[in-house]
């Protein structure tokens, strides 16, 4: 097993900018008795989801060498990807993504923090499916993951990157200041909070605040 370069004493690769290092794992979900399976691929420095695509038997290395490829064409290739020990990821992947010039790590066996993103990306992600209506389709799985992945990139303020959402935090985006208000200010500050749905999905929210000074 090749042993990660550049680990940390902790376990993790730290990437200072986008396209440093990926990570990529699949994961399970059931709908009544059926099984389907969820690949994605994840960057490290910004949480920002590249892509993450349904199918209906487990993915083969082949499957996870076109998502990176059609990741890497649209995004850049990465120095770095990280995936964990499952058999998709052994000989045919790894030679695969270092003719692309991309190091493959893969983590220990029973260390899952070393793939700690992915993982917790995919924890938010199955609270949200249990709530989503029963779709046994995998185009409308596909369309529905698409819809969750915009949110979570676009709308999804995310408390590591200090509350930017990972798209931000893949430009570079800075926040402005915050505001601050106090009670001493009166009741000239008038504060709006708005509720919508993203893309007409209920349980994908926006939620708006304003700030404006009474009439």
């Known amino acids: 097993m090749e042993e990660p370069v ?31 399976f969820i690949a994605a691929i994840l960057d490290g420095f910004s949480r920002k989801i590249l892509t993450l695509k349904v199918y209906t038997k487990t993915p083969c290395a082949r499957n996870l060498v076109a998502l990176v490829k059609r990741a890497a064409a649209r995004h850049g290739k990465p120095k770095f990807i990280i995936t964990d020990n499952g058999s998709q990821f052994h000989k045919k992947f790894g030679k ?41 389709c995998v185009v409308n799985i596909q369309r529905r ?37 106090r009670t001493r200010d009166g009741p000239n500050i008038q504060i709006q909070i708005a509720r919508r749905k993203y893309r007409g999905e209920a349980r994908l929210p926006i939620v708006e605040i304003k700030l404006r000074k009474a009439a």
């Open 6 to 36: 550049g680990v940390q004493p902790h376990g993790l690769l730290k990437p200072k900018r986008p396209n440093q290092v990926w990570h990529s794992d699949i994961t399970q979900i059931r709908i009544l008795w059926f099984t389907f």
């Open 96 to 136: 695969a993504v270092r003719r692309k010039r991309i190091r493959h790590v893969r983590s220990r066996v029973r260390a899952p923090y070393l793939n700690g993103r992915m993982e917790r990306f995919f924890r938010t992600l199955k609270l949200w499916q249990r709530l989503i209506l029963l779709a046994l």
């Open 145 to 181: 993951l698409d819809s969750f992945a915009a949110w979570y990139n676009t709308c999804r303020p995310h408390s590591a990157l200090g509350s930017r959402t990972p798209e931000e935090a893949h430009r570079g985006k800075t926040l402005p200041k915050p505001v601050a208000y």
